[in-house]
Each structure stands twice: as C-alpha cells, then as structure tokens.
C-alpha cells in the first residue's frame, strides 16, 4: 500500500516562506513522478507543480513560476514546494500525488496520479 503524508503548512503573511514536505512510503518504485496540487474554498483543485522520479525535470504552473521550487530526495522518499514571496490567492490545502510515467524522466501537470496524500493547508492572509 501507498501512503503519501503532506506536512509543512501553515499561516504566514504575504511576501512569507513556506516548505512543505511529502513523505512516500510502501510498495512504490522510486522513479514515479510527484505532483503538487492544491484546492481553495470554493474552486476546483488545481495542479501546481511536478517533478520526474529522477528529479532532473520539473514544471510548474504559470502562477507560480518563479516563486515556488519543487524538489525530491529519492533516499528519503520525500519531496519539497518550497514557496516564496507567497501571496493571498496561494492559500489553499496543497497535496501530493504520485503516478508512474514512461520514463523517469518524464514529469506532467495533466491528469492522471494515482496516490494522493490527505493534505495540508496553507494561508497567506495580513
């Protein structure tokens, strides 16, 4: 079994920082793709970032771009969104997911990941 657990969040003021934190555990190779999604009050849940298994690739959303920085250590399982300058509309519960890709170093913002962590909130309110 799968098991992704988000940690990391939290309430900060806009311009803040924020790290989140994925941690993978169970019967999973290490070469899958990892995404970041979110989901604010009232709107669908969208895709923010992912990075390939091998960590070389990565993609973000336009909204996002040059704010935040995904990231993975593959010996500890784990990813990172380490999130700058953040600012009011980035407040949401942010999740992590996983899907295996043709290659591993491949990363997609489409649909399709399999594993889905339960979520952390993240608020960025003055």
């Known amino acids: 079994q799968v098991r992704l657990v988000e940690s990391g969040g939290g309430s900060v003021q806009p311009g803040g920082s924020l790290r989140l934190s994925c941690t993978i555990s169970g019967r999973i190779l290490r070469l899958y793709a990892i995404g970041w999604f979110r989901q604010a009050p009232g709107n669908e849940r969208e895709v923010v970032s992912c990075?390939?298994?091998?960590?070389?690739?990565?993609s973000y959303i336009d909204s996002v771009k040059g704010r935040f920085i995904v990231s993975r250590d593959n010996v500890k399982d784990t990813a990172y969104l380490q999130m700058d300058s953040l600012k009011p509309e980035d407040t949401a519960v942010y999740y992590c997911?996983?899907?295996?890709?043709?290659?591993?170093?491949?990363?997609?913002?489409?649909?399709?990941?399999?594993?889905w962590g339960q979520g952390t909130q993240v608020n960025v309110s003055s």
């Open positions: 990075v390939s298994g091998d960590g070389k690739t990565t």
């Open positions: 997911a996983v899907r295996l890709l043709a290659s591993p170093s491949m990363c997609t913002l489409t649909p399709g990941y399999e594993y």
